[in-house]
């Protein structure tokens, strides 16, 4: 019963950055962790970012720490992906899911529910 909405995806040189949102609606969703993935043409689906859903952790794929940041707002039902110093190799469709517990999970077989993603392209 959980609706996973990205948004906030588009067009944007080398070294600019994006903010992207998933919204949530149906159960609870304070209670559950919160991560991002992303996946490219030809690529596997990998992970990005995850919080837990008491806010208190978060974990970040090596190839985007220092630069990307995850937040959430509760009561907005949203989670945030802020992107810095954005690089091609960023380029991919970003995916929200939603995780049923506060262990911040890093495997796409851990996320209960997803959302239909959301298209990043970074030009060179």
């Known amino acids: 019963q959980v609706q996973l909405l990205e948004s906030g995806g588009g067009l944007v040189q080398a070294g600019g950055s994006l903010r992207l949102s998933c919204a949530a609606s149906?159960?609870?969703?304070?209670?559950?962790?919160m991560g991002w993935f992303r996946q490219a043409p030809g690529k596997e689906r990998e992970f990005v970012a995850v919080i837990s859903w008491s806010g208190g952790r978060t974990n970040y794929a090596n190839s985007v720490k220092g630069r990307f940041t995850i937040s959430r707002d509760n009561a907005k039902n949203t989670v945030y992906l802020h992107m810095n110093s954005l690089k091609p190799e960023d380029t991919a469709v970003y995916y929200c899911?939603?995780?049923?517990?506060?262990?911040?999970?890093?495997?796409?077989?851990?996320?209960?529910?997803w959302g239909q993603g959301t298209q990043v392209t970074v030009s060179s």
């Open positions: 149906g159960r609870t969703f304070s209670r559950y962790a």
């Open positions: 899911a939603a995780d049923r517990g506060n262990v911040v999970h890093t495997t796409v077989a851990w996320y209960d529910y």
